[in-house]
């Protein structure tokens, strides 16, 4: 727990301020808290259609990455210590994004290992680069390394 405010209050002012966001957006969705761990808080919105969560998530989830930090930042603002780890999702887009970038990861390693050369990716962000790295960690045929900086930091696959 970060010094100052727990968790629990973290998660009630991220959601507080998430509130009030899509209420000025007229978005109608129920936004859920889960602490994850001792340090980290997720923030979960749903509607139901999801159809007009888009906005919310934007091209690649680069909406969503300025959402959360623009959240980590309010609840910065109201907390007199450091604050922990928050997490914001809408519509099971970050679980979705794993999945998929699994599903391709696996695929390049497939690539990799008959061509037996490397391949390099488009730049991703760090959590994009993790769920790549954590997918093709217990291949032992193919290794990965991140390459560049950001924002033009990129995966590289590689035979073993």
Known sequence: ????????????IAK????????SMN????INVKEIDEETVELSINANPPTELGV?????????QALQEVT???VQAKSPGRTDRILVDVAQYRERRVAALGRFAQQV??????????RALEPMSAADRKAVHDALSENPNVVTRSEGDDPRRFVVVAPS
């Open 1 to 12: 727990m970060a010094e100052g405010i727990s968790l629990a209050e973290q998660g009630s």
């Open 16 to 23: 507080e301020f998430l509130a009030g966001l899509l209420a």
């Open 27 to 30: 978005i109608l969705a129920e």
């Open 56 to 64: 919310l998530v934007g091209p690649r989830g680069v909406t969503l």
């Open 72 to 74: 980590r930042t309010v």
């Open 109 to 118: 390693a497939t690539e990799v290992i008959e061509s037996g050369e490397e």
